[in-house]
Nanobody, 120 residues
Framework: QVQLVESGGGLVQAGGSLRLSCAAS????????MGWYRQTPGKQRELVAV???????NYADSVKGRFTISRDNAKNTVYLQMNGLKPEDTAVYYC??????????????WGKGTLVTVSS
């Protein structure tokens, strides 16, 4: 089983910054894409940013120019640097990774989420 553990969430004022981290552990052969999603009550989980194993990146339009995703393949860790935070960025942020284990096909794994609250 692959475990994803997020950290770095919290309360910040509008215009401030936070950096989220997510470390993957377990009997991992390879991690393909890693990314971040977010969800607010009553809404569907939405993509924030995703990065492939080769470094290709996609962002949601709402965060382009403010958020930066990166990863450290040696540490199986993905980061999300969030600058210029807005109240509408308030959500639970979930880390996801597509990972392959021994004798198992690639599967999507999710962390438990970390809450980001942006006050106005």
């Amino acid at each position: 089983q692959v475990q994803l553990v997020e950290s770095g969430g919290g309360l910040v004022q509008a215009g401030g910054s936070l950096r989220l981290s997510c470390a993957a552990s377990g009997n991992i052969l390879r991690i393909n894409a890693m990314g971040w999603y977010r969800q607010t009550p009553g809404k569907q989980r939405e993509l924030v940013a995703v990065i492939s194993s080769g470094g290709s990146i996609n962002y949601a339009d709402s965060v382009k120019g403010r958020f930066t995703i990166s990863r450290d393949n040696a540490k199986n860790t993905v980061y999300l640097q969030m600058n210029g935070l807005k109240p509408e960025d308030t959500a639970v942020y979930y880390c996801t990774a597509e990972a392959t284990q021994v004798l198992r096909p690639a599967m999507d794994y999710w962390g438990k989420g970390t809450l980001v609250t942006v006050s106005s």
